[in-house]
């Protein structure tokens, strides 16, 4: 469902040509923030009571966001081919943004761990060490795995570290629908930090780009794109949990929790698979997600699940682009809501989210691809330290 949304770059290039003297700005070493002309109409965001968005950053493709211990927001793309990097102060302020990884094929995953940055771009993984350090001569990536699948239909991969030390990486299906080799596609992989020991954690899983463990047990949860081409309202999109190794979540055979697949659904059915945590709606290109785990937003909201819904493409009517939170109790999803919407209007998006983050204080940060922009939202409740040395 991503994939064929995000194979058209045309709006990339008409924001380009209407952004390139605030890129120039950026790139001689000016804040972040836009010029009055640049602005974005973020009083079209709707939120629950006492919640403040704001603009944190223009970022070009905004894709996958992760945080350093020492408060340097790293970025990935998608089309621009780039990693960017973003030092925030003490107050969440953004300094210079610079780039620290160029001419990458597809590099929306970043992760940190130990002092380095890991970056997908389809078939590799790499490492950039040291990165905090060099921000304006960024070392040569270290190659960490270069054996993955070249296929760029749902080849990018959102990346992440498990509360196991092991980093999860995805492999969609390089198809709409398809009977993949299922030890290579539809799976999330799993691998030691320097690339050994590769192993299949999950398989049937048509395209996840996003995934977080829970804070209290330290399951993997994780969000999946359903097909295309099977009606407006089907199949749902999905947030699915994997407590264990070893499971399978249907595709190609079954969709949602019972949808047998009209050209596939034969062979298996669909009460051989893992079924959904949630039915998300359909075709809202459901990518990042994260637990809450901060505590400035009030008590309902921690250790719930926030995800960035991108948006449809091929649909009658528009779904998505928002934000939206799954309310748990226990490993049982009990409510599924939107928190944060209006990049849709009137059948016109101007911005897309594609992931959230929570920083040390407890506000929320989302990307925006088609913005170009990081947004932060906080709760106007009592004011908590950042965190963030100085």
């Not at 979540?249 to 929790?257: A, M, N, Q, V, W």
């Not at 506000?363 to 963030?388: C, H, M, N, P, T």
Request: glycine letters at 10%; one cysteine or more; charged letters at 20%.
């Amino acid at each position: 469902m991503e994939g064929m949304n995000t194979l058209s770059i045309l709006p990339f290039f008409r924001r380009l040509a209407g952004t390139c003297r605030l890129a120039s700005a950026l790139l001689a070493g000016a804040l972040t923030l836009p010029a009055a002309a640049d602005a974005l109409p973020l009083e079209k965001i709707a939120l629950p009571p006492g919640f403040t968005i704001e603009l944190l950053a223009r970022v070009p493709n905004a894709r996958q966001m992760a945080l350093s211990p020492q408060g340097v927001l790293y970025v990935g793309s998608m089309r621009a081919g780039k990693v960017h990097a973003l030092p925030l102060d003490r107050d969440y302020r953004p300094g210079k943004l610079r780039v620290v990884a160029d001419d990458l094929k597809l590099p929306v995953g970043v992760a940190w761990r130990d002092g380095s940055l890991y970056v997908s771009a389809v078939d590799r993984i790499l490492r950039l060490d040291g990165i905090d350090a060099r921000l304006d001569d960024p070392p040569a990536p270290a190659v960490v795995r270069d054996d993955l699948p070249k296929e760029t239909h749902h080849g990018w991969k959102f990346i992440a570290f498990g509360p196991d030390g092991w980093l999860y990486v995805p492999v969609g299906a390089p198809c709409n629908i398809c009977e993949p080799d299922p030890e290579r596609y539809a799976t999330i992989l799993r691998m030691r930090p320097d690339g050994s020991q590769l192993q299949t954690f999950a398989r049937g899983v048509r395209n996840t780009v996003g995934f977080d463990w829970h804070p209290a047990s330290g399951a993997l949860w994780f969000t999946d794109n359903g097909r295309d081409w099977l009606g407006d309202d089907r199949p749902p999109d999905e947030l699915n949990h994997a407590p264990k190794p070893g499971l399978h979540f249907g595709y190609p055979y079954c969709h949602g929790d019972a949808i047998a697949d009209p050209e596939f659904g034969r062979k298996r059915a669909c009460d051989e698979f893992t079924p959904p945590a949630q039915n998300l709606g359909p075709h809202v290109a459901a990518l990042g997600m994260r637990f809450y785990t901060g505590s400035q937003f009030p008590a309902q909201y921690r250790n719930q699940v926030f995800i960035a819904e991108h948006g449809s493409w091929n649909r009658g009517r528009k779904i998505g682009y928002r934000v939206s939170v799954v309310t748990l109790a226990g490993d049982r999803a009990v409510s599924y809501a939107p928190f944060a919407s209006g990049w849709l209007q009137d059948e016109s998006a101007w911005g897309r989210p594609a992931d959230v983050l929570v920083l040390p204080d407890g506000s929320l940060l989302v990307s925006d691809d088609q913005a170009g922009a990081i947004y932060r939202i906080r709760y106007a409740g009592e004011r908590k330290a950042s965190g963030i040395p100085q």
